[in-house]
């Protein structure tokens, strides 16, 4: 039994045809985030303290879904979410943030300073600036690739989920874009101490073009984030398949109900509980074992373990480039 960590930059239609100039800065974006995590583990530092400083790398990256870079709604404004948990159950969550840098510490301090567990919108905004949070105005968020997002949705008049677009022959079906990599991912980090504390957080800009007031998986316990005795759990996807099938607690549930081991458990909700092509996950369990399957063409996902293992990869292993 040591530490483990994965962490995830989002999972959807990511065509193989991915060029480098879209891939290699966000395989460096996740090396990097991995060293930030290892190194913080080896320091001790608790596994919540490591995952919230992972999400933090990964929203300041313009790259990933979720602060800066975070998708629009279809009234182009950026409505950004974002929830933590450790093994005690603790937790924290957040929607409807519009101008606060970093998410994720919003979600913790919900966790540590108030008697609740979410806080959305105008409520959780007022609360970021009591806590004195950075914020920065909310056009900050805008960036103008997802501008540019916002109109091809729009155009294709479709909520859409990372890296599709609609086939042009059959609107029904999806296809990818031509150059694939424009499109960008929810992040998340799930950590594991020598002692079995773990921890997870996730954070998100959601969907392009999703409503107003549209709330996602990844604030909503038990669907896109969740931790226990036995695991922490991070998903990423389609928000409304992944609520559909409690993702993350369906995880820790088929462990502590079923006795299954933690790849056991992700394999068979990712696989069976969830439609093709919407959902991904990361996670460890509290006796250092990692796991990070999805049922979309890739996710941007790394991992390392105490042991020496570390992983940082696209697409299923038979087709990584
Ligand atoms: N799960 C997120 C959502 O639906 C999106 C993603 O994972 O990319 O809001």
């Known amino acids: ?50 995952v919230e400083l992972v999400v933090r790398e990964l929203e300041n990256h313009p790259n990933f879904n979720a602060g800066r870079g975070s998708v629009l709604t279809t ?21 409807g943030l519009s101008t606060v840098v970093n998410a994720i510490s919003l979600a913790r301090l919900v966790m540590e300073k108030t008697p609740h567990i979410y806080l959305a919108f105008d409520g959780a905004e007022a609360f970021a600036k009591e806590q004195g949070v ?7 968020f805008i960036t103008p690739e997802n501008i540019e997002r916002l109109k091809q949705a729009k155009e294709a ?22 150059d694939g990599g424009g499109q960008i ?29 549209r709330i996602g998986d990844t604030p909503v316990i038990g669907a896109g984030t969740y931790a226990n005795s036995y695991c922490a759990v991070s998903a990423t996807g389609k928000g409304e398949s992944i609520i559909r099938a409690t ?11 079923k006795g299954l ?19 991904g996950l990361v996670a460890v369990s509290a006796t250092g074992e990692v796991t990070m ?10 991992c390392a373990t105490e042991d020496g293992y570390s992983e940082i990869a696209i697409w299923p292993p038979s087709t990584q480039k």
């Not at 009234?75 to 929607?95: H, L, Q, Y």
């Open 75 to 95: 009234k182009g404004s950026v409505e950004m979410e974002a929830c933590i948990m450790d093994n005690t159950k603790r937790c924290g969550a957040v929607s």
């Open 134 to 140: 950075e914020t920065v105005d909310a056009s900050k």
């Open 185 to 213: 991912g929810t992040v998340g980090c799930v950590a594991v101490d020598g002692k079995g504390n773990s921890a997870t957080a996730t954070s998100t800009g959601g969907l392009v073009n999703k409503m107003v007031g």
């Open 247 to 257: 993702v993350a607690r369906d995880v820790a549930a088929l462990m502590e109900y």
């Open 261 to 279: 081991s933690l790849k056991e458990a992700a394999a068979y909700v990712v696989e069976e509980c969830t439609p093709k092509g919407t959902c």
């Open 293 to 302: 399957p999805f049922n979309t063409t890739g996710m941007f996902r790394a």
């Open 1 to 50: 039994m040591g530490w483990a960590i994965a962490l995830h930059g989002g999972a959807g239609d990511i065509p193989l045809s991915l060029p480098p100039e879209r891939r290699e800065p966000r395989e460096a974006a996740l090396r990097h985030c991995l060293q930030v995590g290892v190194e913080a583990l080896k320091a001790q530092r608790t596994p919540l303290d490591v």
């Open 157 to 178: 008049n479709r909520v859409q989920i990372d890296y599709t677009q609609p086939n042009q022959t059959d609107p029904t079906k999806e296809k990818p874009t031509a």
